[in-house]
């Protein structure tokens, strides 16, 4: 229980990724779905907008596991990209957060 006191911030912050990453997956899948029944799909601007907030892994999970936007080069590489600077920004805040 030290610890959730200690580090609280890690903690919201962890969470806050897993829950993000979800949704992207999520939304590969939904899309990817919306596709294959020719129903309304979801704007590729919402599918940037989340993996630039965070959830990069779970859309590029999802990208991978439902074959869904790769063939398109802005998918399959500003995703990993995306991805990478969110790495090294986490990196960065919790060097910052355990190194105090």
């Not at 979800?22 to 590729?44: H, L, P």
């Amino acid at each position: 229980m030290d610890f959730l006191k200690e580090h609280f911030a890690a903690v919201i912050i962890a969470a806050y990724f897993l829950i993000i990453n979800i949704t992207g997956f999520a939304m590969a899948y939904s899309d990817k779905t919306k596709a294959v029944n020719g129903k309304r799909r979801i704007s590729e601007k919402a599918l940037f907008f989340v993996s630039f907030i965070g959830g990069s892994a779970g859309m590029l999970i999802g990208m991978k596991k439902f074959r869904h936007k790769t063939k398109q080069k802005r998918f399959m590489l500003g995703i990993p990209l995306m991805m990478i600077f969110q790495i090294a920004l986490a990196a960065v805040i919790l060097a910052y957060i355990f190194l105090q």
